[in-house]
């Protein structure tokens, strides 16, 4: 099922579009004060080094704190809820992931509509997943492994960080795409997963690189192929899933988004700053570091990237059947 275009028009208009009471003066006064990011996670993790990193540069471009406060649960709702019920004058971003995307069509309710409510901002990187296995499980290549799938309907077991997160809905157009039964064993985090998954209590996941790089490189988890349509930096040598599967390509966007009516030209100079901050050589190494590719562009870009992966997992959500926790 395609978004309806009125939602895929409100995204990208919003990233373009100014209220009629914005002013130029008004950017150039801006931030008044400290500026707040919303992580929807809680502290240590890939979403919060980014916010750290980028909240740092526009401390030091524009003059006030940018402040990072974390607010976990309801996977990212609570902290885009307290987003869209913040002014709409530039002190109060939303750190956008995956998450925000796939909300829009896994729960049936919300409090807020993040198409309508969130106006995009700048795009930061697109992060890989990786198709990992135990070393019990007798494959060493994707097509090794969906033949033992095949070979063992419903006896092996596919481990994700939640219901309807981006690792159980990458597993589901995985199984979409070859026909395999992966019975889905959902956790409350990346952590208690790989507890289990190292302990060989389930056999195969789709984890974050920098979550299970460690564990790869120890030879405690055995990397298939990583999910993007181009190799992984971080591990240059595993192949990606699309080389088997054309079509196949799953990324994590992750970016910055502001309440609606939040003034175009304050939009404008946000996207500008954190562009300027993507070309720095040391933030550009450090978000490599962490498993990324860099992706900069307008807020019109990012609105139709945004739109994009709204639309395409839709019908994984649908297809799966997934819910929320």
């Known amino acids: 099922?395609?978004?309806?275009?009125?939602?895929?028009?409100?995204?990208v208009t919003a990233a373009v579009a100014a209220p009629a009471v914005s002013s130029a003066a008004w950017a150039q006064s801006y931030p008044l004060r400290p500026a707040r990011i919303i992580v929807?996670?809680?502290?240590?993790?890939?979403?919060?080094?980014?916010?750290?990193?980028?909240?740092?540069?526009?401390?030091?471009r524009l003059g006030q704190p940018f402040v990072v406060e974390n607010r976990p649960g309801a996977n990212t709702n609570l902290a885009t809820e307290a987003v869209v019920r913040a002014?709409?004058?530039?002190?109060?971003?939303?750190?956008v992931t995956m998450s925000n995307v796939i909300n829009v069509t896994l729960y049936e309710r919300l409090n807020?509509?993040?198409?309508?409510?969130?106006?995009?901002?700048?795009?930061?990187?697109?992060?890989?997943?990786?198709?990992?296995?135990?070393?019990?499980?007798?494959a060493n290549t994707v097509?090794?492994?969906i033949a033992y799938a095949k070979a063992n309907p419903g006896r092996v077991t596919m481990a994700s960080f939640g219901n309807g997160s981006l690792g159980h809905l990458s597993?589901?157009?995985f199984k979409m795409m070859t026909g395999i039964?992966?019975?889905?064993?959902?956790?409350?985090?990346?952590?208690?997963?790989?507890?289990?998954?190292?302990?060989?209590?389930?056999?195969?996941?789709?984890?974050?690189?920098?979550?299970s790089i460690e564990?790869?490189?120890?030879?405690?988890?055995?990397?298939?192929?990583?999910?993007?349509?181009?190799?992984?930096?971080?591990?240059?040598?595993?192949?990606?899933?699309?080389?088997?599967?054309?079509?196949?390509?799953?990324?994590?966007?992750?970016?910055f988004g502001v309440p609606r009516n939040t003034p175009a030209e304050i939009v404008d100079r946000l996207n500008k700053e954190i562009n300027a901050g993507l070309a720095d050589p040391r933030i550009s190494a450090r978000l490599t570091d962490l498993g990324g590719t860099v992706v900069a562009g307008s807020p019109a870009d990012y609105a139709r990237g945004l739109s994009e992966e709204i639309e395409k997992w839709a019908k994984v959500i649908k297809s799966a059947g997934a819910k929320p926790d």
């Not at 099922?1 to 995204?11: A, F, I, N, T, Y």
């Not at 929807?40 to 030091?60: H, I, K, M, N």
């Not at 002014?87 to 750190?95: K, M, Q, R, S, V």
């Open 1 to 11: 099922m395609r978004l309806p275009r009125r939602q895929v028009l409100q995204l």
């Open 40 to 60: 929807g996670f809680a502290a240590g993790g890939t979403t919060d080094v980014v916010a750290r990193l980028l909240g740092q540069w526009l401390s030091e």
């Open 87 to 95: 002014p709409a004058d530039g002190h109060t971003i939303l750190l």
């Open 112 to 138: 807020y509509d993040f198409v309508r409510d969130i106006t995009p901002v700048a795009s930061v990187m697109r992060t890989p997943l990786v198709l990992e296995v135990i070393p019990a499980i007798p």
């Open 143 to 145: 097509p090794a492994f």
């Open 171 to 173: 597993g589901e157009l």
């Open 181 to 211: 039964d992966l019975v889905h064993v959902p956790y409350r985090g990346s952590a208690p997963m790989l507890t289990d998954l190292l302990a060989g209590q389930v056999h195969v996941a789709f984890d974050n690189i920098p979550a």
């Open 215 to 255: 564990h790869i490189r120890a030879g405690k988890l055995r990397p298939l192929a990583v999910t993007t349509a181009a190799r992984a930096q971080a591990l240059p040598d595993i192949p990606t899933l699309g080389e088997f599967l054309p079509g196949y390509e799953v990324s994590a966007l992750v970016g």
